[in-house]
């Protein structure tokens, strides 16, 4: 199989996946190493294709337009991850990314796509296993989460629950 046909082939696998798909996944499928995966998603990614990274793997991303989606302003410390994203999941939101202003690097985005408890516990567990500092770090904290649910009314919630928890960062803040 060709670089373009394997392309093909990995865009009809994510087309069909309910969950995302690891990179070893995919090359195993592919018969190829993970690098030439890393790379044949780059170069899906260079014509338009919507496709995101996340820790548990990548995940051909179709925008639910009849969902709302909502910016929060928050700062905490790496001790509150799991409360944050428990917060949101069990109000009925996902976390879609997480993004923080670095004073070199300009912003720095990463998607999460979290949805329930389990998914936010393999994220914390696997940024414990690599012994990775999660972003928020970089910025003592303060970080923008973009969260979807399926109304406003849901988004209203989650935001009255992070600033009940200190968490929401309000527009008078400095």
Do not use: W
């Not at 991303?61 to 910016?71: C, F, I, L, Q």
């Not at 001790?79 to 994203?85: R, V």
């Amino acid at each position: 199989m060709n670089g373009k046909e394997r392309r093909i082939q990995i865009l009809k696998e994510l087309e069909t996946a309910s969950e995302p798909v690891s990179g070893t996944i995919l090359a195993k499928r592919m018969h190829v190493s993970r690098q030439v995966i890393v790379q044949d998603m780059a170069l899906l990614r260079a014509t338009d294709k919507n496709i995101i990274s996340t820790t548990r793997g990548y995940l051909l991303y179709k925008e639910d337009t009849s969902k709302a989606k909502r910016v929060f302003v928050v700062c905490h410390d790496i001790d509150h991850i799991c409360e944050e994203l428990y917060a949101v999941v069990d109000c009925g939101g996902r976390m879609l990314d997480i993004s923080v202003y670095h004073s070199v690097y300009g912003v720095i985005n990463a998607d999460l796509i979290i949805q329930n408890r389990r998914e936010a516990d393999e994220f914390i567990e696997k940024m414990e296993r690599m012994d990775s500092e999660p972003l928020l770090t970089l910025t003592k904290g303060s970080h923008i989460h973009t969260i979807e649910a399926d109304n406003e009314e849901i988004l209203d919630h989650i935001e009255q629950v992070l600033r009940a928890k200190g968490f929401l960062v309000e527009e008078n803040d400095d």
